[in-house]
């Protein structure tokens, strides 16, 4: 059924759908309306069999998660930036112990400085968790990718992380067509856990391991990685079966044939940079998209595939490691390990700084004449950076960062006498 909502209240519908049996909940946002309108509907009765526990913390949001899944129930939760970080040695655990709980991550810068606006930092974050993490590009994908990971999640018994970003997806308000229940029932069958706590037959879960197992442990969340990237293919096209769409997958390309310059991304910015890659093939550019969902498990023969004809590869990203560069850009170059090409990183959007379609144009058009930097940092204000380099040069006591930027600036005051 087609109809208008924000993308927050579209996921939690189709969290609904997919009937989770415990919902554990603490407000962050950009994730709050996600949970608040889960919660609405355990009260009101549209969501049935369903336990929905407030909790003190993101810790033990996730840790509750645990033992719901451990216990044999679909379990969910949702959160974002510091929260994710704060249930850090949970999120371990969780995929540790291969439990299937599902989490909408609401993409949020992480601080300090404090910024509640987008970027893929906080995911960036857990990329080595042992989670699944697929992002979404539209709230259409942001509610289809819930119920593949729901399907995903139960079939390899592993974590999976949907990401969609946040405010720009969560808080928009865009036309969705949200599935039936027979849809989802149809595609989603009920949750039959392969491990279960059971006084029946007792075991234990969270062992002690040694060096001699440990090695052989970490060996099958990698191989159960593997697995899925042969089984989110097959899902999607099961998806797409029953729900008349294609959504979902390892990867999708955009205006590729052809393409001497490719750009990959992640996430919502593709709507942007697809409508700039329209503009500029209509003016003669043979430039397009590679746009990639599935981050963990990287698919490095779909990127290689995608990728392997065009002369230059533009990686915009949405994160930085600090002291390196691109995030992103490290598993690209690895999939184009051999490959002759131009490769580029841009760091862009951090903060929810604007992406626009300007600065775009700007971009591609060196990329195209092999212009660009190794590494750039799109829109950078040179101006308050040098101006604070400089000040550190001068004196010893200079101040925090964030703040003598904020005064540079004019958002703070001058300090007087």
Not at 2 to 7: A, C, D, N, S, V
Not at 31 to 44: F, M, P, W, Y
Request: with cysteine; proline share 4%; aromatic share 6%.
């Amino acid at each position: 059924m087609l109809k208008q909502t924000e993308g927050s209240r579209a996921v939690a519908e189709a969290v609904a759908l997919c009937r989770p049996e415990v919902i554990c909940a603490y407000p962050i946002s950009p994730q709050t309306h996600i949970v608040e309108a889960l919660g609405e509907s355990v009260k009101d009765g549209t969501l049935t069999s369903c336990e929905f526990i407030n909790v003190e913390s993101e810790f033990a949001a996730m840790s509750v998660a645990i033992g719901a899944s451990a216990a044999g129930a679909r379990s969910y939760t949702a959160t974002a930036s510091q929260g994710l970080l704060f249930m850090a040695e949970a999120v371990y655990n969780a995929s540790g112990l291969g439990l299937p709980i599902v989490m909408t991550l609401a993409n949020r810068a992480i601080g300090a400085p404090i910024n509640i606006w987008n970027d893929h930092s906080d995911a960036m974050s857990m990329r080595d968790s042992g989670w699944l993490q697929l992002f979404a590009e539209t709230n259409q994908e942001a509610v289809d990718l819930h119920i593949q990971a729901f399907r995903l999640g139960e079939e390899l018994s592993m974590p999976v992380m949907v990401c969609m970003d946040g405010f720009i997806l969560t808080h928009a308000y865009e036309r969705v067509d949200m599935p039936s229940q027979a849809q989802v029932d149809a595609y989603l069958p009920p949750y039959v856990p392969r491990q279960v706590l059971d006084p029946a037959a007792p075991v234990s879960i969270g062992a002690m391991v040694g060096p001699e197992t440990f090695m052989e442990v970490r060996y099958l969340a990698h191989a159960k990685q593997m697995q899925a990237l042969e089984r989110i293919p097959q899902l999607a096209a099961e998806f797409k079966q029953i729900f008349g769409r294609d959504s979902g997958g390892l990867t999708h390309t955009y205006q590729a044939e052809g393409a001497e310059t490719m750009v990959v991304a992640m996430g919502s910015v593709l709507g942007t940079i697809k409508d700039v890659v329209d503009e500029m093939r209509a003016d003669g550019h043979a430039i397009g998209v590679l746009g990639i969902t599935s981050y963990r498990p990287f698919p490095l023969t779909a990127v290689r595939a995608a990728l392997k004809s065009a002369k230059r590869v533009v990686i915009l990203e949405k994160s930085l490691a600090v002291g390196i560069g691109g995030i992103l850009s490290t598993d690209v170059r690895m999939a184009l390990s051999g490959l002759h090409l131009h490769g580029y990183t841009v760091i862009a959007g951090l903060g929810g700084r604007s992406i626009t379609k300007k600065s775009l144009h700007g971009l591609f058009r060196q990329a195209e004449q092999d212009a660009l930097e190794h590494t750039t940092f799109l829109d950078l204000d040179w101006n308050i950076v040098n101006k604070q380099l400089e000040r550190e040069r001068q004196t010893r006591h200079s101040g925090p960062v964030a703040e003598n930027l904020l005064r540079d600036q004019g958002v703070v005051a001058a300090k007087i006498g």
